[in-house]
């Protein structure tokens, strides 16, 4: 089993930065990609950015230029770096690591961006 578990998020103006951090424990050596969601309140749970453990990314159109996501491997932990944060960025945001052959997920219990404007 995988578990993961956010830190980061927070109040921050339009055109701020924050940065959250996704810790994996447990069968680290079976994950396949750990990524980030997020869900704003009425919508669905969208994909923001993912990274394989071959260190191939991929953003969703809505933040490409602005989120990077990477990885420290000797850390087994994910950052997510929001620069230029926008309202529309508000959401609660999620940390996922796909394991086991991408046959499983482990999510985290969510931590909240909001962007005041």
């Known amino acids: 089993q995988v578990q993961v578990a956010e830190s980061g998020g927070g109040l921050v103006q339009a055109g701020g930065s924050l940065r959250l951090s996704c810790a994996a424990s447990g069968s680290i050596f079976s994950i396949n990609a750990m990524g980030w969601y997020r869900q704003a309140p009425g919508k669905q749970r969208e994909l923001v950015a993912a990274i394989t453990s071959g260190g191939s990314t991929n953003y969703a159109d809505s933040v490409k230029g602005r989120f990077t996501i990477t990885r420290d491997n000797a850390k087994n932990t994910v950052y997510l770096q929001m620069n230029s944060l926008k309202p529309e960025d508000t959401a609660v945001y999620y940390c996922?690591?796909?394991?086991?052959?991408?046959?499983?997920?482990?999510w985290g219990q969510g931590t909240q961006v909001t962007v005041s404007s």
């Open positions: 996922n690591a796909k394991f086991g052959n991408w046959r499983h997920d482990s």
